[in-house]
């Protein structure tokens, strides 16, 4: 896939980059636990 890369200041290209993916799968209750150890969020 194509994405925008910073190589550089003033050197950003549209590279070819493997495609996301999951290394490992989470659960829903991962994800709200990191959410909600960010700063300021109550």
Known sequence: MKAV???DVGDIR???VP???LQEPIG???CHEA???R???H
């Open 5 to 7: 890369v910073f190589h």
């Open 14 to 16: 549209l590279d070819d």
């Open 19 to 21: 495609e996301p993916g």
């Open 28 to 30: 829903a209750s991962s």
């Open 35 to 37: 959410r909600s150890a």
């Open 39 to 41: 700063p300021g969020n």
